[in-house]
């Protein structure tokens, strides 16, 4: 199940405005070559940067897409942790990496306490933090894939570029903890012994603010991977190939017409799926008291949806 919704399935194949999660990736479509690329630079790299603009699909293609292929993978296993900055980036990653250890409740705070001072005295916390989960020691042949998803947000935490409402103080404290964070990543990603990938998804407009934070944009800019936008085939298959996993039938004419509607433009895509969404319902709902019903997707539903 999606954290944000019912996971996509055979009676409902789109995600509408939401972005794809990790539950939904037999319904991700239109991005092989995408993951094809991102995947040799995950296996290139200790440390890889999908930027993109908002609306682009970033999170998506991670989540849905780069975590299902990774999975696939022969010989490797991989643990999954998915984290934001938020308004305490420390905090929020040591949650994270106590998640690996599979606990609960207050068991499972308790090792956040701790991972959460391990990470704040030293820049190879994490280093430090893993060794204490089991199954994750040298030798284990298990290996971590850090994403931390909108890195942004540690642009806004931290304020370096606008004029804080914090008192002097506070606001030190702020951009103490984000370069505290961004120490601990880099110096992670520098670790040989260290079985940790880290992958951050940022928004395009703010790639100059990594400037604020060393060795930062050397980082970035060594295995940056920029999200293009979808061709009209990949926006075909997006279209076309949930309702035929779901067992359903779409109109042609629909499908000529919802490309025509939404263009290139990577904006587009959470509306693109929002509308297919309600034609599927449409047409669900319509056909569901016929025997042996199969949906089918007509112009009038993507009309009448459109609305």
């Given at each position: 199940?999606?954290s944000?919704g019912a996971?996509?399935?055979?009676?409902?194949?789109?995600v509408g405005?939401?972005?794809?999660?990790?539950?939904?990736?037999k319904?991700?479509?239109g991005?092989?070559?995408e993951?094809?690329?991102?995947?040799?630079?995950?296996?290139?790299?200790?440390f890889?940067a999908v930027?993109g603009?908002?609306?682009?699909?970033k999170?998506s293609?991670?989540r849905?897409?780069l975590r299902?292929r990774?999975e696939?993978v022969p010989?490797?296993?991989?643990?999954?942790?998915?984290i934001r900055?938020?308004?305490?980036?420390i905090r929020?990653?040591?949650?994270?990496l106590a998640g690996l250890t599979?606990?609960?409740?207050?068991?499972?705070?308790a090792?956040?306490?701790?991972f959460?001072?391990?990470?704040s005295k030293?820049?190879?916390?994490?280093?430090e933090a893993?060794?204490?989960?089991?199954?994750?020691r040298?030798?284990e042949?298990?290996?971590?894939?850090?994403?931390?998803?909108?890195f942004?947000?540690?642009?806004?935490?931290?304020d370096?570029?606008?004029?804080?409402?914090?008192?002097?103080?506070?606001?030190?404290?702020?951009?103490?903890?984000?370069?505290?964070?961004v120490r601990l990543?880099?110096t992670?990603?520098?670790?040989p012994?260290?079985?940790?990938?880290i992958?951050?998804?940022m928004?395009?407009?703010?790639l100059?603010r990594c400037?604020?934070?060393?060795g930062?944009?050397?980082a970035?800019?060594?295995?940056?991977?920029?999200?293009?936008?979808?061709?009209?085939d990949?926006?075909?298959?997006?279209i076309?190939?949930?309702?035929?996993?779901?067992?359903?039938?779409?109109d042609?004419r629909?499908?000529q017409?919802?490309?025509?509607?939404?263009?290139?433009?990577?904006?587009?895509?959470?509306?693109?799926?929002?509308i297919?969404m309600r034609?599927?319902?449409?047409a669900y709902?319509?056909?569901?008291?016929?025997?042996?019903?199969?949906?089918?997707?007509?112009i009038d539903?993507?009309?009448?949806?459109?609305?």
């Amino acid at each position: 199940m999606s954290s944000r919704g019912a996971a996509a399935g055979s009676e409902r194949p789109f995600v509408g405005l939401r972005p794809f999660e990790y539950g939904d990736h037999k319904f991700f479509f239109g991005r092989e070559g995408e993951l094809d690329a991102l995947e040799r630079q995950i296996e290139q790299n200790r440390f890889v940067a999908v930027v993109g603009r908002s609306g682009c699909g970033k999170s998506s293609l991670i989540r849905a897409g780069l975590r299902a292929r990774l999975e696939k993978v022969p010989g490797h296993r991989w643990s999954w942790v998915e984290i934001r900055p938020g308004d305490s980036p420390i905090r929020e990653l040591a949650q994270g990496l106590a998640g690996l250890t599979r606990r609960s409740g207050d068991l499972l705070e308790a090792w956040a306490d701790r991972f959460e001072l391990i990470l704040s005295k030293s820049s190879f916390g994490i280093g430090e933090a893993l060794a204490h989960i089991p199954g994750l020691r040298e030798g284990e042949g298990r290996r971590v894939l850090l994403f931390v998803d909108q890195f942004e947000e540690l642009f806004q935490f931290a304020d370096f570029w606008s004029e804080s409402k914090l008192d002097v103080m506070a606001a030190a404290e702020r951009r103490d903890e984000a370069t505290m964070f961004v120490r601990l990543l880099l110096t992670a990603m520098k670790s040989p012994l260290l079985p940790m990938h880290i992958i951050v998804s940022m928004r395009s407009d703010f790639l100059g603010r990594c400037a604020g934070f060393h060795g930062l944009p050397e980082a970035v800019s060594r295995s940056q991977f920029l999200v293009p936008g979808m061709t009209r085939d990949q926006r075909e298959d997006v279209i076309r190939k949930p309702v035929q996993l779901a067992g359903g039938q779409i109109d042609p004419r629909l499908v000529q017409r919802a490309l025509n509607d939404f263009s290139d433009d990577p904006d587009q895509l959470p509306n693109l799926q929002q509308i297919m969404m309600r034609c599927w319902e449409r047409a669900y709902h319509r056909d569901a008291q016929q025997v042996g019903h199969r949906p089918h997707l007509t112009i009038d539903d993507y009309t009448r949806s459109a609305v």
